[in-house]
């Protein structure tokens, strides 16, 4: 079974400048996650969607963060404009039908601001 | 709603058990335990539900204490190997929400 796959791995940009992030989950999880982890903390939960629809948002930062999930699968993240304190690594992972499933991580994509 | 894990972290020896504790404001439906080692990705460790007690194998095992509305991961006979930081995640009744910890760093050494 592939896992989830998120590209790119590594990127560096300016502040002010965007970025995107994508996210292909493992195939026929319904449940797919994006979350922020700044060095030395936990994964912070910015935003989960059930199938293509939007479940938790509450964390995002509305104001330059933006995600879809278009047909259910794929999922893009993205930062306009980009601040120094969003440097971190971008986890996404996603997870099977609802009960006790566990989620899977993909490798997640380093985003350094500078 | 995010756990509070203790401690911070942890130094061993090998051979040496280890604790790590996760605790809710909230009543729980499930919790995670990953581990995750620098520079990788969380590895998925064990789930426990509402309802269940522990859960694990010999050397790595979970409980979950409804009423008290936590989880403690035992480490026994720690191995190098287990060196990374393990995050706890929780889930709620009805909700696919998963809500991860601040992590105890776990440091083996010979």
């Known amino acids: 079974e592939a896992g989830v796959a998120q590209s790119p791995r590594y990127k560096i940009i300016e502040k002010r400048q965007s970025v995107a992030f994508w996210c292909n989950p493992i195939?026929?999880?319904?449940?797919l996650y994006w979350y922020q982890q700044i060095l030395g903390q936990g994964p912070k939960l910015l935003i989960q969607?059930?199938?293509?629809?939007?479940?938790?948002d509450s964390q995002l930062p509305k104001d330059r963060f933006s995600a879809e999930r278009l047909k259910g699968v794929d999922s893009t993240l993205k930062i306009q404009p980009a601040k120094l304190e969003d440097s971190a690594v971008y986890l996404c992972?996603?997870?099977?039908?609802?009960?006790?499933?566990?989620?899977?991580f993909g490798q997640g994509t380093r985003l350094t601001v500078v | 709603q995010q756990p509070v894990q203790s401690p911070q972290a942890v130094i061993l020896r090998e051979g040496e058990d280890a604790v790590i504790n996760c605790s809710s404001s909230?009543?729980?439906?499930?919790v995670h335990w990953y581990r995750q080692k620098h520079g990788e990705a969380p590895v998925f460790l064990m789930i426990?539900?509402?309802?269940?007690e522990q859960k694990g194998h010999e050397k790595i095992s979970a409980s979950f204490n409804e009423k008290k509305q936590q989880s403690s991961l035992y480490l026994t006979a720690s191995q190098l190997s287990y060196s990374g930081t393990y995050f706890c995640?929780?889930?709620?009744?009805?909700?696919?929400?998963?809500?991860f910890g601040q992590g105890t760093r776990l440091t083996i050494n010979p």
């Open positions: 992972a996603s997870r099977g039908v609802r009960g006790a499933t566990e989620a899977f």
């Open positions: 995640g929780i889930s709620f009744q009805g909700a696919q929400k998963l809500v």
């Open positions: 969607f059930q199938n293509n629809g939007v479940v938790d």
């Open positions: 195939s026929g999880h319904a449940t």
């Open positions: 426990l539900l509402k309802g269940g």
């Open positions: 909230k009543a729980l439906y499930s």
